[in-house]
């Protein structure tokens, strides 16, 4: 099935691209990332300029995290109050990430710089969450249960002046510390073109101690914000969303996130971990070895 | 009198010398809309002496279609600290998005290199029109850089034997467009070539436009951006709504 996309100026399978969509709906319902950073490399693979590729992966990000908040919300897991702070946080960021986007693209270097940032982050966050599921592993094997993990956040967090209250999340913290993690993530949605749940889950567990059941939904609440703001920001400046790749990517993509969330309640949390740390470190290691190797093509054309 | 018919004799006998030129493309317009994958052009014609007759002599036809040019910074990526990453750069004025030259023969073997890169004839005599001041060797590297990339996006073509030419008659050329070819005005060119010189030239047209509904995205997406961006933002969340409840219910 040939479908021309208007925008990238390319003729495309669109049932590649459904299935591509799906897929990773189907990572989005289960781990509560956007897959973002799968959808992009990806899409960029197949020919897609990477720009396009970029804009019209944050919408389907937004489709599937829609998707996603309803099957969450449905069980209680979004933690509204958190989000919204996370939101906050995000807008910020996003609009600062806007401005280092376009000095990186003066400076022609910002392949480089987004392929380090996904090599260091997904290498970091992958290597924590694989050992940390390998060991609560080991503990289900040898029937020896781990020391009971204090769910505590960061000592760091616990210094921060103003505190709320939580109480989905079971926390009593500044509002501060989700406000930067917001930030953080936010600038990494439009340098990146992902949602940054990736980022978000591990750091509300392990920075934040947030309660495990809301992690997920209140995670892909953000994200849902965040790439709305995004796709926005990109329509205004780079004018690089094409609809019609959006679309297709959304059919396949809110379908699987239904998949995912029904699969996740079912499979057990330990190897859902290991499955997700797996694929991070995949993904982190193709791109290391594509920074070392030489590139298929040595040169590069943008418009003046 | 004499001399003066021996002239008019002279004169028309020149005039027989340089054959016309009577190319015709297959399709003027080639319309972009849902389920383009590219095309194929057709570039035929006749060749023929002033009074209609067959031409005396063999003619080498090259034809060359060339698309938009526009402005572009191409990079170089090179090694530095074990890491790939774009190092080197330099500016082209007119690179056109679509060049493809299509001959009865190798180039080299119908015209000399001088001639050759008066008329554009082959893909190693773009005029690129670098900017600013970089030595030859540079930029030689560069533009064969360019030619490489493009050459194996098919926007670049060369093809040596893509010309048939019938009872030295009727001359024909296909050439492929891909998907991905922009916008714009086409122009095709046709170069009758004897012993080495152009002795008959002619050029026509071809518009590349997008049509109703790609047509109406494209213009959305440039000129209504903000209407544009809010119509993907509900769609999106509309689509993961309506999959919300679907589910929802099974």
Avoid at chain 1, 144 to 155: N, V, W, Y
């Amino acid at each position: 099935m040939d479908v021309y996309l208007p925008i990238a100026n390319l003729s495309v399978n669109g049932l590649v691209i459904v299935g591509l969509g799906g897929l990773m709906g189907i990572l989005s319902g289960m781990f509560g990332v956007g897959g973002g950073f799968l959808t992009t490399p990806l899409l960029i693979f197949y020919g897609v300029p990477p720009t396009v590729a970029a804009a019209s992966a944050a919408s389907q990000v937004t489709g599937a995290s829609v998707s996603g908040v309803f099957a969450h919300t449905r069980r209680g897991g979004v933690d509204y109050q958190m989000g919204g702070v996370l939101v906050a946080g995000g807008v910020l960021g996003t609009l600062v990430g806007a401005g280092l986007f376009r000095i990186l693209q003066e400076l022609g270097q910002i392949d480089t710089v987004i392929n380090l940032l996904y090599v260091i982050m997904l290498g970091s966050i992958g290597g924590l969450m694989a050992s940390e599921s390998v060991q609560s592993l080991r503990a289900m094997k040898t029937g020896r249960p781990l020391p009971a993990r204090k769910r505590r956040h960061h000592p760091m967090v616990a210094n921060l002046p103003f505190r709320w209250r939580f109480y989905r999340s079971g926390l009593y913290i500044s509002p501060l510390a989700p406000l930067l993690l917001g930030f953080v993530s936010g600038i990494l949605t439009m340098l990146l073109g992902i949602g940054g749940g990736f980022i978000m889950v591990p750091a509300m567990l392990y920075l934040l101690g947030m309660s495990a059941s809301v992690v997920v939904g209140t995670s892909l609440f953000q994200i849902l914000f965040v790439t709305m703001i995004a796709t926005m920001t990109h329509a205004l400046t780079t004018k690089a969303v094409d609809i019609v790749l959006a679309l297709l990517l959304l059919i396949g993509s809110v379908a699987g996130a239904q998949i995912g969330a029904q699969f996740a309640q079912k499979a057990r949390p330990e190897y859902l971990r290991l499955a997700l740390a797996a694929i991070v470190l995949l993904v982190a290691l193709r791109l290391a070895l594509g920074l070392g190797f030489r590139p298929d093509e040595i040169y590069a054309i943008s418009p003046l | 009198m004499r001399i003066f018919l021996a002239l008019i004799l002279l004169l028309t006998l020149g005039a027989a010398r340089d054959p016309i030129l009577v190319p015709e493309v297959s399709q003027h317009e080639i319309q972009v809309r849902q389920g383009f994958t590219g095309t194929e052009l057709l570039l035929f014609g006749a060749i023929l002496n002033p009074d209609g007759t067959r031409a005396a002599r063999s003619y080498d036809i090259v034809v060359v279609l060339k698309g938009p040019v526009r402005s572009i910074i191409l990079r170089e990526k090179a090694k530095v600290a074990g890491v790939w990453i774009n190092a080197d750069s330099t500016e082209f004025r007119s690179a056109p998005t679509f060049f493809a030259v299509a001959s009865s023969r190798p180039i080299k073997d119908i015209v000399d290199d001088r001639t050759a890169a008066i008329y554009e004839l082959g893909l190693p005599w773009l005029q690129l029109s670098p900017i600013g001041a970089i030595d030859p060797a540079e930029q030689t590297r560069f533009s064969a850089g360019l030619v490489d990339l493009m050459q194996r996006q098919t926007l670049y073509q060369q093809n040596e034997t893509a010309v048939t030419v019938s009872a030295g008659v009727l001359y024909q050329a296909r050439i492929k467009l891909p998907s991905t070819v922009q916008t714009g005005t086409y122009t095709a060119e046709t170069f009758a070539i004897s012993r080495g010189k152009v002795v008959a030239a002619s050029s026509t047209t071809v518009e590349v436009r997008k049509l109703g509904f790609e047509r109406f995205v494209a213009r959305a997406a440039d000129q209504q951006s903000l209407w544009y961006g809010l119509f993907a933002v509900v769609m999106s969340v509309a689509m993961g709504w309506l999959a919300g409840r679907l589910f929802a219910l099974i």
